[in-house]
T-cell receptor
Framework: EPEVTQTPSHQVTQMGQEVILRCVPI?????FYWYRQILGQKVEFLVS????????KSEIFDDQFSVERPDGSNFTLKIRSTKLEDSAMYFC??????????????FGPGTRLTVT | AQSVSQHNHHVILSEAASLELGCNYS??????LFWYVQYPGQHLQLLLK??????LVKGIKGFEAEFIKSKFSFNLRKPSVQWSDTAEYFC????????????FGAGTILRVKS
């Protein structure tokens, strides 16, 4: 069964450094998402991406964040200058490959980002 | 703004007990409703979903949920839990009018004692 993959599984970085989190969505999906879950808190929406542009973003997704689909298969989340409060599990999701079921989002295993 | 409330943060049950996890949403439009499960160390997996039609939906592993529109609820049920159901359960909502993003509840951690 096709699945969403994410790399790395765990990333440790120092405050102020740039990080890029990578995702490979399911190949025939059209919508891509990033969510995050700070330890002990709920899963929060960050951004959605469709047709090579951001379709929606939350207030969390400020100028420090950016997304890109550089090569038609990868979907990346970049944090330009990480802060301690960016430490969280980041989940990628994709949806929209089946016109009968466009709203189900398939999640990747997550990347645990630790900012020190 | 849309929001999702899950009534219990921690639930402890013995094996074979019945389970009901509450979920209420605040949403002004046509909704799609989901329950996701996160087993320890694993990623979010879809248990079941409601888009339209029969408000009683059946999912994997013997779980079911009932959409009650008048109560804005989508409670998850299982008649007899197993130790392997120990996990965190998330209710989530989205809707076309709101751009398809999922809005999650805070999650309920279920521990099943063997």
């Amino acid at each position: 069964e096709p699945e969403v993959t994410q790399t790395p599984s765990h990333q440790v970085t120092q405050m102020g450094q740039e990080v890029i989190l990578r995702c490979v969505p399911i190949s025939n999906h059209l919508y891509f998402y990033w969510y995050r879950q700070i330890l002990g808190q709920k899963v929060e929406f960050l951004v959605s991406f469709y047709n090579n542009e951001i379709s929606e973003k939350s207030e969390i997704f400020d100028d420090q964040f950016s997304v890109e689909r550089p090569d038609g298969s990868n979907f990346t989340l970049k944090i330009r200058s990480t802060k301690l409060e960016d430490s969280a599990m980041y989940f990628c999701a994709s949806s929209g490959g089946d016109v009968r079921d466009p709203y189900e989002q398939y999640f990747g295993p997550g990347t645990r980002l630790t900012v020190t | 703004a849309q929001s999702v409330s899950q009534h219990n943060h921690h639930v402890i049950l013995s094996e074979a007990a019945s389970l009901e996890l509450g979920c209420n949403y605040s949403y002004g439009g046509t909704v799609n409703l989901f329950w996701y499960v996160q087993y320890p160390g694993q990623h979010l997996q879809l248990l079941l979903k409601y888009f339209s039609g029969d408000p009683l939906v059946k999912g994997i592993k013997g779980f079911e949920a009932e959409f009650i529109k008048s109560k804005f609820s989508f409670n998850l049920r299982k008649p007899s839990v197993q130790w392997s159901d120990t996990a965190e359960y998330f209710c989530a909502v989205n809707g076309v009018e709101y751009g398809n993003k999922l809005v999650f509840g805070a999650g309920t951690i279920l521990r099943v004692k063997s």
